[in-house]
C-alpha cells in the first residue's frame, strides 16, 4: 500500500504544478499541455533564456526555481522520467529571449538526450542555443567512465548563479562558461538509511539490513556503488567531508555548502549535520563563505542526505547572495566565521552553574544520609523500570517519559551530595517534558523535610508537594496525572501519623492510586489528547511516584516495607498487562 497523498496519482506531476502557480501567481505560471513553467516577471536586463527540467520527484527542483533570479522555464518530466524533447523545445521557444536559450541539464542519459533533441528543432528555428551539463556526483567516478558523473544537488548552486548572472545581463556564451566552471568546481555525496517508496506499490526501491547505508547513493533511487555498515553521523560526516575536500578547492570567494534533504530527513536533522560539518571544516581550517541547508533535490521520500561543496571563483558569492524571488529557495546569506567546535565543546562541558549550585534545601555538598539512600534506591529501581515506564508513556503519551525519569535520577546521583536535593537540582535544572519540573516540585518538597525534619516530616513534605504541583499543573485528583499517586499518598501519610507507619502507609495509597489511574480517562497533559484509548493501563507519572514513595519506606521502615509490591514487579505487569499487580 501506498502512503503517498496523491488527490490523484495519474495526475500528480501537473497537479503539483497547477498548485504551485496558483499559490505563486506573480512569480510563475503553468502550461498545462505540454507541462511547463514559465516566470511571469523576470528581470528585463535578461538576454537569455534560462530553461532546465528532468523527471519529477526532486522538488523543489526544478518547477520551484522558477522566477525572478531563477529560471525563465522547468519542464518536469513525469517522476524520475526525462521530459519529453518536445515540452522542453516548446517551453524553451515560449520564453527564448535575443541572445538565446541556455539549457541546465543534470547528466542522466534521458536528459541529455531529451535537451539535445529540443535544441535541435530550435536551432533549426534560428533561436540559439548552449548547454550547461551538470555532473557533480562523486560517487559516479572519475571523469573518463562513459555516462561521466550523475548530476545532483550542485544543479541548485549552478541555477541559482547563473540566474544573477543572467538578470545583469550576462551573454549565452558567457554563462555557458560560468555554468561549467560552476560545475567544474562541484561535488556532492548522497548517503540514505532507507531507498524511496514507490508511489504505486508503496515499495522501498532497494532494501536496506537494519544499521545499513547506502553511500554514495543516487537522486533516483538507484544503488549506490557500496553498502556500508551505518557509522556514527559523526565518522559519515567526517569521511563524506574528507572524500569531498579531496576533489573540491576553495576558490577565491570560498567555500559554498549544501546540505540537502533527499526527502524524508527533518530540518532538525539537516541543521544539526550542517553544524557538525561546519566544526569539520573549521578544524581543516576551512571556513564556509556560504551555507543552504534543507530539501532542495529530492529523491522522492528517500532517507537521506547529501552534502555538496563549491569552489567559488571571484565574483559567484555576489551572484550567489544576489537577490531573487523564487518559491524553492530562500534569501541566502554570507556564514558568520565559524570556530572550530565551538558548539560541541560548550555542550560536553559542565556549566559553571550545575557545578556550584549546589542542592536546594539540602545541607550543603555533605548531604543528607537519609536522602542520599532514598535517591540511591529510588534511582536503581527506575533504572530496571526504564523500559516499562517508557512503553506505558508510549501508550499514553510520547514515550519520553522513562528517559525522564532515569536521566534526571542518573543527573542527580552525580551532583555534590547525591541526596534528595541534588534530585530537585537535577530535575529543575536539566529535565523537560512535564515531569520535569513537577518531580522538581516532589524532590525539593521532599528534601527541605528531609534535612529539617528526617522522617518525620514526610507527612508534611508530600503536602507541601502535592500543594505545589497542583498550584503549578492545577490537576484534580481523577485526572490521570501523578496527582492522583500523590494525594492518596499526602492523605495516608496525613492519617497514620498519629498511629505510625507513615511511609508504608503513604507507599501503599501511592501503589493504589497509580493502579487506579488505569481505569481514568486524561484530562491533562499529553494523554488527554488520546482520550479512551489510554484506559486499561496507569499513568506513567503516577507509577513514577509510587516508586518513589515505595523507595522511601524501603529507607525509612526497612521492616514494615517487606508487604510492598516490589517496585520492578510494579512497573512490568503494568506494561504488560495494563494493569497495576502488586
Ligand atoms: P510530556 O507529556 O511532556 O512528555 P512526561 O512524559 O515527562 O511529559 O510526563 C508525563 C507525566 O506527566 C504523565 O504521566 C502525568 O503523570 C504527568 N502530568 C501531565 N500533566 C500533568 C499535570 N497537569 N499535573 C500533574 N502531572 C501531570
Ligand atoms: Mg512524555
Known sequence: MDSYFFPDPSSAVLDAARGLASTWPQTLAVHESPLYLTATSPASERTVAIVSGGG????????????????????????????HNRAIYEASRAVAKPGGVLHVVKNYTGDVINFRVAAERLAAEGI?????????????????????????????????????????????????????????????????????????????????????LEYGVGIHGERAVETITAPSTHELLERMVGELLDAVAPGEDGLLLIVNGLGSVTELELHAVRAAVGDLLAARDVTLSAALVGTYTAALDMRGLSLTLVGLQAGWLDLWLAPSAVPG?????????????????????????????????????????RGAAILARYAEDVDAAHDDLTRLDQLSGDGDFGDNLTGGLRRARELPGADLGAAADAFFDGVGGTSGPLFGLVLQALAT??????????????????????????????????????????????????????????????????????SLRARRGRAS?????????????????????????AVDDPGGAGDLPSPASLAASAAQTGRLDP
Open 56 to 83: 519529477a520527484g526532486h522538488e523543489p527542483l526544478h518547477a520551484g526555481f522558477v522566477g525572478r533570479g531563477g529560471l525563465d522555464a522547468a519542464v518536469p518530466g513525469e517522476i524520475f522520467t526525462s521530459p
Open 128 to 212: 540559439t542555443s548552449a548547454v550547461v551539463l551538470v555532473d557533480d556526483d562523486l560517487a559516479t567516478g572519475s571523469d573518463d567512465t562513459e555516462t561521466g558523473r550523475r548530476g545532483t544537488a550542485a544543479t541548485v548552486a549552478v541555477e541559482k548563479i547563473l540566474g544573477a548572472a543572467a538578470d545583469r545581463g550576462a551573454s549565452l556564451d558567457e554563462l555557458a562558461e560560468l555554468g561549467a566552471a560552476v560545475v567544474a568546481g562541484a561535488r556532492s555525496l548522497a548517503v540514505a538509511s532507507r531507498a524511496q517508496t514507490s508511489p504505486g506499490t508503496g515499495d522501498p526501491a532497494f532494501a536496506l539490513g537494519e544499521g545499513e
Open 329 to 369: 529557495w530562500p534569501a541566502v546569506q554570507r556564514c558568520a566565521p565559524a570556530t572550530a567546535g565551538a558548539g560541541r565543546r560548550a555542550a560536553s562541558e559542565p556549566s559553571e552553574q550545575s557545578e556550584s549550585s549546589g542542592s536546594s534545601g539540602s545541607s550543603g555538598t555533605e548531604g543528607s544520609e
Open 449 to 518: 523535610s528531609d534535612t529539617q525534619a528526617g522522617p518525620a516530616g514526610l507527612a508534611d513534605a508530600l503536602a507541601e508537594a502535592l500543594e505545589s504541583v497542583q498550584r503549578v499543573g492545577g490537576a484534580q485528583v481523577g485526572d490521570r496525572t501523578l496527582v492522583d499517586a500523590l494525594a492518596p499518598a499526602a492523605g495516608a501519610a496525613r492519617d497514620a501519623e498519629q498511629r505510625g507507619g507513615v511511609a508504608v502507609a503513604a507507599a501503599r495509597a501511592a501503589v493504589d492510586g497509580a493502579s487506579g489511574t488505569s
Open 529 to 553: 489528547y488520546v482520550g479512551e484509548r489510554a484506559l486499561g493501563s496507569p499513568d506513567p507519572g503516577a507509577v513514577g511516584i509510587a516508586l518513589l514513595l515505595v523507595a522511601i519506606a
